[in-house]
């Protein structure tokens, strides 16, 4: 086998002993281009360069192999340490390896040392790549995160954006329809054309219907009257819709909440309410709002089927996913408890003070409708302010 040329860094006071470590080194099959230095300053210089490895003596006039190692640890170098001795009790190597030496020999026996040096660079470069990967991987969740946090405060921007544009557009355009065809049918020559006119106003009156139905959908009007009457009026409403027997219960009739928390704390309860009606064959829900120890809580509990791991881990299923992700831009979070075949418990916490409360305020900043003019229009979008 070729020799393995390693570039080392030996703090050693003792030429014989150095000697003796550049032999242990050859005979192990390592060509090595060894640099021997003797003070801390000299340690300190030396660290400017890379070295594959660091030997270090324990004893050392005036130093120690211990601070040395504290020393090359908190310049942050990465580099393999070994630690070789005449005298090494049991505490010292503890302490050693506790510090971040990757290995200690004493120097009665310095054969281990070319196999310790190999392997203790060998696990350093796997625990580097490691350390890499790990911190590659925590970006990357992070950025995901974040990808995801912005994805939902877009999804409300571009929302209000649609519901502010059929309200001005459609709903005016409809309006003035409506008002022409009342003309018309005010000035209809004959009863014929008078019914078309008729039929025509009862369509648009279904268009406009069907636009207020949108309009609310992509941005809940009801939240104006506070939280705590909307997530009432989505109860009753759901179980009216699906027949599930549906109880809303609230420890505070209203509650004060920062910009951002009712809409994310309304969503959620959609969210809820629909996995309800589409997976869980439940009997019962119940929704419980309260308000306890600076945090609130929004709980949507049934008494279905239960969920799996499996279920949460569908690769396109993005309902609870997306809910964890809105949760935290309110600094908030939402846990989940289920089991096969006795209901699901979703519930959603946020804290009622703390500086992340104001996340969605200041990316929406364009929903700071002003309300005090004349349009005093409750389908208005604009006018609905924060929510
Ligand atoms: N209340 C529930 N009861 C039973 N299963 C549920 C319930 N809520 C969610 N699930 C299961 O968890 C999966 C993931 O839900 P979700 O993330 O909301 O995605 P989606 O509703 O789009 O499938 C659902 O497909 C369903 O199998
Ligand atoms: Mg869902």
Excluded: C
Excluded at 8 to 16: I, P, S
Excluded at 217 to 224: F, Q, V
Excluded at 254 to 283: C, W
Excluded at 325 to 331: D, L, N, S, W
């Amino acid at each position: 086998m070729p020799p393995v040329r390693l570039k080392v860094l030996h703090l050693e006071d003792n030429e014989g002993d150095h000697a003796l470590v550049t032999v242990h080194l050859m005979r192990g099959g390592i060509q090595a281009d060894i640099t021997r230095v003797e003070t801390e300053a000299a340690l300190i210089e030396a660290l400017a360069q890379d070295w594959d490895i660091i030997l270090s003596d324990y004893n050392l006039p005036g130093y120690s192999g211990l601070a040395a190692l504290d020393k090359v640890r908190s310049m942050g170098k990465l580099v393999p340490f070994i630690l070789v001795s005449g005298e090494i009790g049991e505490d010292i190597a503890v302490q050693a390896m506790r510090n971040g030496a990757n290995d200690y020999l004493l120097k009665s026996n310095l054969t281990r040392l070319a196999p310790a040096a190999l392997l203790a660079i060998e696990a350093n470069r796997t625990r580097i790549a490691k350390q890499r990967a790990d911190h590659a991987l925590t970006r990357s969740r992070q950025q995901l995160r974040e990808l995801a946090q912005h994805l939902q405060t877009s999804i409300e921007q571009e929302r209000a954006a649609i519901a502010r544009e059929i309200h001005d557009d459609v709903g005016g355009a409809l309006t003035a329809v409506k008002f022409d065809l009342a003309w018309i049918a005010r000035h209809a020559p004959n009863p014929e054309i008078a019914e078309r006119v008729q039929q025509a106003l009862e369509s648009v009156g279904h268009a406009h219907e069907a636009s207020q139905r949108i309009m609310h959908n992509l941005r809940p009007a009801i939240l104006e009257q506070g939280l705590v009457a909307a997530l009432q009026w989505m109860a009753d409403r759901f179980g009216k819709r699906t027949g599930i027997e549906t109880t809303f219960r609230t420890s505070h009739e209203k509650m004060q909440l920062a910009p951002g928390v009712p809409l994310v704390a309304y969503r959620f309860a959609q969210e809820a309410l629909t996995n309800v009606s589409k997976h869980a064959q439940a009997t019962r829900v119940s929704v419980d709002v309260s308000q306890a120890g600076g945090v609130l809580s929004i709980e949507v509990t049934d008494n279905g089927r239960g969920l799996s791991t499996e279920d949460l881990a569908k690769a396109r299923s993005f309902g609870i996913r997306g809910l964890h992700e809105r949760a935290e831009t309110v600094g908030g979070w939402v846990d989940l408890s289920s089991k096969p075949g006795g209901g699901t418990s979703l519930i959603l916490s946020v804290p009622l003070s703390g500086p992340e409360n104001g996340f969605i305020d200041r990316l929406l900043p364009g929903l700071d409708g002003d309300a005090s003019g004349i349009d005093q229009d409750p389908d208005d979008p604009t006018a609905w302010g924060n929510l």
